[in-house]
């Protein structure tokens, strides 16, 4: 099946540092998702991207949609104690989330 | 709202055993499903639901059951655990026309 390689696996950081991480595919994908799970928690939805080329902001975090449709990177500005967790890619092809794709996470650790 | 409630939180079973994971959503989504996360690991689709009566197999749908009796109730079912089950289980919904899954905040299942 499809397969996301996610880098880094994991970032020791600190705080007010900038971060990126990054995940690609031999598969293109149409959409691109980048999730974050808190400890014992479930993953909440960061940043959705639809088109090649597009450029996303939330707040700190800014994603963009690679132009080849195989990789979409996500950074984080300024870091705080609180963007500590998983960070998650997912792709998806055509049709609904039952195509979706998850990478094996980033997980990020920020030394206040 | 509650949002995706999952219960029970932690659970050990014995290799045989059978229990059945509930999960139930109050916002009226039409979509759920059914993904278990191992360490490390992505998440991988075990079973979705488009609507009470309609359900389908994920990309590990093996050693599962589900039902889907009414759109707020989605019920995993594992029958003859086995230590290959040990994991994470979460269950999400959306709506058909946003790609945006909520996410309960999870089962800890061990089977010794």
């Known amino acids: 099946g499809q397969q996301l390689n996610q880098s880094p696996q994991s970032m020791f950081i600190q705080e007010g540092e900038d971060v990126s991480m990054n995940c690609t595919s031999s598969s293109i994908f149409n959409t691109w998702l980048w999730y974050k799970q808190d400890p014992g928690e479930g993953p909440v939805l960061l940043i959705a991207l639809y088109k090649a080329g597009e450029l996303t902001s939330n707040g700190r975090l800014t994603a963009q949609f690679g132009i080849t449709r195989k990789d979409s990177f996500l950074n984080i500005s300024a870091s705080i104690p609180s963007d500590v967790g998983i960070y998650f890619c997912a792709g998806q092809t055509q049709g609904g989330s039952e195509k979706l794709v998850f990478g094996k996470g980033t997980k990020l650790t920020v030394n206040p | 709202n509650a949002g995706v409630t999952q219960t029970p939180k932690f659970r050990i079973l014995k290799i045989g055993q059978s229990m059945t994971l509930q999960c139930t959503q109050d916002m009226n989504h039409n979509y759920m499903y059914w993904y278990r996360q191992d360490p490390g690991m992505g998440l991988k689709l075990i079973y979705y639901?488009?609507?009470?009566?309609?359900?389908d197999k994920g990309e590990v749908p093996n050693g599962y059951n589900v039902s889907r009796s009414t759109t707020e109730d989605f019920p995993l079912r594992l029958e003859l655990a086995a230590p290959s089950q040990t994991s994470v289980y979460f269950c999400?919904?959306?709506?058909?026309?946003?790609?945006?899954?909520?996410f309960g905040s999870g089962t800890q299942l061990s089977v010794l």
């Open positions: 639901s488009v609507g009470a009566g309609i359900t």
């Open positions: 999400a919904s959306r709506v058909p026309e946003v790609e945006k899954l909520f």
